[in-house]
C-alpha cells in the first residue's frame, strides 16, 4: 500500500517514506483531507467544508512523499474548488517552493508570505524560508485559483548533519526562523521542478533515488541560490519593520479581498492599515516579492478569470470590474497571464 499523502496545498510535511506515484487528478474532498491530514502536522483544520461528502476542495493531483533520508517532496497541480481557510501545525524546517503557475499566498506565525508567477513570459518565482521552531500556518484557498508549485523540504536535524553547527559563513539564511529570501528560477530549476512535478510511477527503490537525487538538486541550487544574493543580511531577509507591521499588512490583504474585483486603490489601502503609501510601497515589496499594483492587477485578472469560468460576466464587464477601460487590453494582459483568451475561458 502506497504511503504517499494527497491533500490541497500547505507547505511539504512529513509523512513515512514510501514508493511515489504519478501525480493523478482528481476532485480532493474534505473527507479526504480529513483522513489524511495527520501526517502532515499537528492540528490541522479547514475552516468550512470538513464535511466527508461535502463540497470538493481541490480539482487536481498532489503528491507528498518523505524519502529515508528525511527530505520531503510536495508537488500539487489543480484547481481550487472550496472558499476556505486551512491552518496546520508545522515542525522546524528549511523549504525551498517553486511556484510554476499561479500564486502561493499564506503565513506563518502571522507573517504573510506570497509567491507566484505572474504570466508564462516570466521565469518560475521562488521562496526559500527557515522556522527554527514549530509555527502555525495559515493559508487562504480560493475558489477557481490554479496553481502548479513543487516544494522541497529539510528539518533543522538533515541541516546540522550536512553543514554543521554552528552554521558555516554564507548560510545564515538556514538558522534564523521566519529568514527567507524571493528569487526568480533559473532554467536549471525550473526544470528540476517540472521533473518533481510529474514524476513517473516509483515502485523500487532505484526509481526513489532518482526522485530523491532531483529533490537534492533543487535543493542545492537553491541554497546555492539565497547565498548569491548579498544585497541584505541574512537575520530577518524579507521581513517588514516590526510584527505591528506585518499585522498591518495583512490588513491590507484582507481589505483588497473583501472588495473582490475592482481592488482598492493604493491609498486608500494605506489609510486603512494606518500607513503612508511610501510605508506601504516599501513594506509591501519587501514582504511578498511584488508591487502593491502588481498584486492588484494579478488578483483583478484572477478573479475576472473565476467570472468568466461560471459565466457570471461577460468579456466587456470582466474588462471594465477588472480595471481596464478598453478590452483589447483586458484580452492582452488576460492572455499573458492565464495562455489563453477570456473568451476560451468562457467557452468551457
Known sequence: MSNVTRHPGTVAAAVEAGPARQLQRHVVHPGEIAARAAPAGAHYRLGRGMEPTGTG?????????????????????????????????????????????????????????????????????????????????????????????????????????????????????????????????????EALALALLNPPALDTPLQQLVLES?????????????????????????????????????????FIEQHGIGSPGIRESARHAGMSVSTLQRHFKRAFGETFLQYTRRRNLERARTALQKNELSIGEASYLAGYRHVPNFIHAYRRMFGQTPGATRGT
Open 214 to 254: 532531483r529533490a537534492l538538486e533543487l535543493l542545492s541550487v537553491a541554497v546555492q541560490a539565497v547565498r548569491e544574493d548579498p544585497t541584505t543580511p541574512a537575520e530577518g531577509i524579507g521581513l517588514p519593520d516590526t510584527r505591528h507591521d506585518m499585522q498591518r499588512l495583512n490588513r491590507v490583504l484582507d
Open 57 to 189: 476542495v481541490l480539482d487536481g493531483g498532489f503528491l507528498l512523499w518523505q524519502s529515508p533520508s528525511g527530505l520531503i517532496v510536495h508537488a500539487s497541480s489543480g484547481r481550487e474548488i472550496l472558499d476556505s481557510t486551512a491552518t496546520i501545525e508545522l515542525p522546524a524546517r528549511f523549504v525551498v517552493t517553486v511556484v510554476l503557475e499561479g500564486t502561493l499566498a499564506f503565513s506563518l506565525d502571522g507573517c504573510p508570505f506570497r509567491v507566484g508567477r505572474a504570466d508564462r513570459s516570466q521565469q518560475a518565482a521562488c521562496l526559500g524560508i527557515t522556522t527554527t521552531r514549530s509555527s502555525v500556518l495559515s493559508r487562504r484557498i480560493h475558489p477557481g485559483q490554479l496553481t502548479r508549485k513543487v516544494s522541497v523540504a529539510v528539518d533543522q536535524h538533515w541541516l546540522a548533519r550536512w553543514f554543521g553547527q554552528p552554521l558555516p559563513d554564507g548560510y545564515e539564511i538556514l538558522g534564523h526562523h521566519l529568514c527567507h529570501r524571493y528569487w526568480q528560477a533559473s532554467p536549471e530549476a
